[in-house]
């Protein structure tokens, strides 16, 4: 089913409403999980509601969190989220980001105790709007092992940093440290089919190419993607006081109780370096450059990062609107707040 979207925006922030959150943080919420989807992200989208709906009835995330701001330095501080709603909390320190940036070049400001945030390519976009260039890192809940390990150490533990143009494209990258992500392989379950050996691997750290028989997921690049993931964990988990490594709290144990998870935001204003426009300058030479370069056979064209995310959200709209399953749609238009399918499940949610 197509979805214009205001219609879809308004179908899940009056869901997590229902479930009790308050209008303002279920607003913003709403806008991110939209951006997500429209772009082609639907595993942080739409699919993603009945999750934070549950976790917001049982208590999970706080509905009306004590924020609290703590500037330590002229370039740094420390947002205390006090578990609310991942999305608005790693919002507002992005804001509290730029305007630091602005104020003194470069900023540095960690978000503690917070619930899960979805895409952060949006938090970095935010940034390349304001003129900024930012990298932002956000640990994650156990489920990949460590180069040559057999137990689940890290998270997916995503980067993603973005930057403006003379003109209207933003570089937007955004990725996790794991080969691939866990929606895939249940992807694969479903379709009887297998996976390539070098996704996952079973509970002796082997190999596996039976999606029934994963364990746990694999860092990128090997022994590179896991130096990745302890970067990211340092960054976001460590340096902020929360928990981190194994020690994160898991996504699906017990929805009753908050994550304490953390994020970084890094943002430099250009302008303290090359200067802002002779920065974006160069960033379109630097798109034009890799657009016009011969692409590989079977691959059409070399794009920059985030470029076919915005054609896949133009042509959802061209062709009449956001596509989300019909199942999905029923839920967000019913009465239902969650079905109990989340709480105290394993890293996997099985």
Not at 15 to 44: C, F, N, P, V
Not at 238 to 244: A, E
């Amino acid at each position: 089913m197509r979805l214009q979207r205001q219609e879809l925006k308004d179908l899940m922030k009056n869901k997590m409403m229902q479930a009790g959150l308050r209008e303002d943080h279920a607003e913003q919420t709403a806008e991110i999980l939209t951006w997500s989807h429209e772009r082609g992200y639907a595993s942080h989208g739409a699919v993603r509601v009945e999750y934070y709906s549950e976790r917001i009835y049982k208590g999970g995330i706080t509905r009306d969190p004590h924020v609290t701001w703590k500037q330590t330095g002229p370039c740094s501080g420390i947002l205390d989220g006090d578990n609310g709603i991942g999305y608005v909390m790693a919002t507002e320190g992005m804001k509290k980001a730029i305007a630091m940036a602005k104020e003194n070049g470069v900023a540095v400001v960690g978000m503690a105790n917070i619930s899960h945030s979805g895409s952060i390519g949006y938090y970095a976009e935010m940034a390349a709007k304001e003129d900024m260039v930012a990298i932002t890192f956000c640990q994650s809940d156990p489920m990949a092992v460590p180069y040559g390990g057999t137990e689940p150490y890290y998270g997916t533990n995503p980067i993603s940093f973005a930057a403006p143009t003379a003109d209207d494209r933003t570089v937007v990258f955004d990725m996790a440290t794991t080969v691939q992500a866990w929606g895939k392989i249940l992807d694969k379950r479903s379709q009887g089919a297998s996976i390539p050996a070098d996704w996952a691997v079973d509970e002796k750290g082997l190999p596996v190419t039976d999606p029934h028989l994963v364990n746990a997921l694999v860092p990128i690049a090997g022994a590179k993607g896991y130096g990745l993931m302890m970067m990211v964990d340092v960054f976001s988990g460590v340096l902020l006081g929360v928990p981190f490594g194994k020690h994160v709290s898991s996504m699906y144990h017990d929805l009753s109780e908050g994550r304490k998870l953390g994020q970084m935001h890094i943002v430099i204003d250009p302008d303290r370096f090359v200067g802002r426009e002779e920065f974006k300058k160069r960033m379109s030479q630097v798109c034009d450059e890799l657009g016009s370069m011969p692409a590989a056979e079977g691959y059409g064209k070399v794009y920059y990062p985030g470029e076919r995310a915005v054609m896949r959200r133009d042509k959802a709209y061209a062709e009449g609107g956001i596509e989300v399953v019909d199942e999905l749609v029923e839920y967000l238009k019913g009465d239902a707040i969650h079905f109990d399918r989340y709480d105290h499940k394993n890293r996997f949610a099985d």
